[in-house]
């Protein structure tokens, strides 16, 4: 006996609501991947909370955050002037859910250390350049010091010559002071610690007398009177501090140092989740509150390309490398 019409539809219609299950069933046909991001996304600051990079790490992780649809979360890794974090993230699994603040330190790291446990080439995959900064060369004010000829003078005068702190050993606040160092023939003693915010807290206090610190942690202490700006590493005067004269205007022509930060995933990541940060990356970066706070820090946003930071990578290490083999710089 056939089946009555309204039977028969009812048959069809549970037939075809199983199809669905039964192509998922059958062998060899590969599930559909969820969309990413599916969960939390770790972002490894290789420098200790306080600093420009943490700052500027907080910031526009509360705006991928908001693009990605996922809380983004700040690790701070110390050690080893961000090797220690950079090492983690380099042996993380490459699903997007570990990332890195890739900085000017692994580039001169390259060259400053003799082994790593990663390489900053191979290791990392591009995702874009964040904002770049210039570093400010402060001393505490209880010295004699109010401009870069006092400093020369001050050096001079004192047979261990001057004490200049920063956030370790490969850092763009160290090769600053280096680069000075080898420019000036003065006597500098390098005090590298695990990040800008203890270095601050020491050069304060009198335990060492100077540092070349990126701008954003040290323009507080500097407009509290904690610390005295005598000059910048920038090729012109920032707008921030409009009567702290360059290094260049101060007796060193060409003296420019721009440190600068940029997000990175581990190797291997797949395209379309780099392509997908690339655009929350750049999609906060131009968002005019995080413009403004950036600029507060005297940071320039960096809107880019993965290949525009490859680039940079590049030629920063090569810059580094020539440095670091006319300065004699170690790695203390």
Request: hydrophobic share 40%.
């Amino acid at each position: 006996m056939k089946p009555k019409p309204s039977r028969r539809r009812a048959i069809s219609l549970l037939a075809l609501a199983c199809l669905p299950a039964l192509a998922i069933a059958q062998p060899g046909t590969p599930p559909s991947a969820p969309a990413w991001p599916v969960k939390p996304i770790r972002l490894v600051v290789g420098y200790s909370a306080g600093g420009a990079t943490d700052l500027i790490a907080r910031q526009v992780g509360v705006r991928l955050s908001e693009q990605l649809g996922q809380p983004v979360t700040v690790d701070n890794r110390t050690g080893a002037n961000s090797n220690v974090g950079a090492e983690v993230v380099s042996h993380a699994p490459p699903d997007g859910y570990t990332l890195y603040v890739f900085t000017i330190a692994n580039t001169i790291n390259a060259s400053l250390y003799p082994r790593l446990g990663y390489e900053p080439q191979k290791d990392f995959e591009p995702i874009g350049l964040i904002a770049s900064i210039p570093n400010v060369l402060v001393v505490n004010p209880s010295l004699p010091i109010k401009s870069v000829e006092d400093y020369q003078r001050f050096a001079k005068a004192n047979k261990d010559g001057i004490t200049f702190a920063s956030s370790g050993s490969g850092s763009s606040i160290h090769l600053s002071g280096e680069i000075f160092k080898m420019q000036s023939r003065l006597n500098l003693l390098h005090v590298p610690y695990r990040g800008s915010a203890p270095a601050i807290s020491d050069l304060i206090g009198g335990q060492v007398q100077s540092m070349f610190d990126n701008m954003p942690s040290a323009l507080p202490h500097v407009r509290a009177g904690r610390l005295r700006a005598i000059a910048v590493t920038s090729a012109q005067r920032s707008p921030l501090l409009p009567d702290v004269p360059t290094l260049a205007e101060s007796g060193y022509p060409g003296f420019e140092v721009q440190s600068w930060f940029g997000l990175a995933a581990p190797a291997g990541t797949p395209a379309a989740v780099l392509e997908r940060l690339n655009q929350a990356l750049n999609k906060s970066l131009a968002q005019p509150e995080l413009r403004q706070r950036l600029q507060e820090m005297a940071a320039t946003p960096l809107p880019g390309t993965p290949e525009q930071m490859r680039q940079t990578i590049a030629s920063e290490i090569k810059r580094w490398r020539d440095v670091v083999k006319a300065s004699g710089a170690k790695a203390d």
